[in-house]
């Protein structure tokens, strides 16, 4: 099968379409998409200030055979493109960084490619059952845990109100799912 990757029509979610890649097969079935997202943030990274993350996604319907090639040929794209911003900002420091899920297969792909293991950002972390944190007076915190699809949508609709990317209540259960993902909210 002949896969063909091409930019996003339109901007979407704080991301322009230049960054933004989508994959389609001979018959224009969709196969997968990637993004390069560029940030800057001297507050939490002085040293290296400028942090280019790139993500893939294969559609599900996808085999595993042809997602292999559909993976590959977007990483091609996104991993051009994610140097390509390193370049246009080169008073910064920098480091493009992959992935966000405790995904082994993920990893090695990424590894493959000429990462470095701590190029891929895992977000988990054993806390310990003692931990304590001291908030400011007045501020409580609650795991959030939603009883029906009634409340998870009041959520949501909060949520979208407040970010710039919607809530992907697909990517929030999923996340809900993980024993190291924890859901909060903080009250004051």
């Known amino acids: 099968m002949n896969v063909e990757i091409y930019n996003s029509k ?3 979610y704080g991301n322009i379409k230049e960054n933004i890649f989508l994959a389609f097969g001979d018959n224009g079935s969709y196969l997968g998409s990637a993004y390069a997202y560029p940030t800057i943030n001297y507050h939490q990274t002085y040293e290296t200030p400028y942090l280019i993350i790139i993500n893939i996604n ?3 319907n996808v085999d595993k055979s042809l997602s292999y090639v559909v993976r590959q040929k977007l990483f091609d794209k996104v991993f051009l493109r994610a140097k390509e911003l390193r370049m246009e900002r080169s008073d910064l420091k920098s480091r493009i960084y992959s ?3 405790c995904d082994k297969d993920e990893l090695d792909f990424y590894i493959k490619n000429g990462f470095e293991e701590d190029y891929s950002i895992i977000m988990e972390a054993d806390i310990p059952k003692n931990f304590n944190y001291t908030l ?5 915190v609650r795991e959030l845990r939603f009883n029906s699809h009634q409340e998870l949508m009041e959520y949501k609709s909060i949520y979208d109100e407040i970010f710039v990317t919607p809530l992907d209540i697909d990517v929030f259960a999923e996340q809900e799912s993980r024993r190291y993902f924890k859901n909060l909210s903080f009250f004051y």
């Open 58 to 60: 294969i559609a599900d």
């Open 136 to 140: 400011l007076e007045g501020v409580k």
């Open 99 to 101: 992935g966000f899920e």
């Open 10 to 12: 339109e901007d979407q």
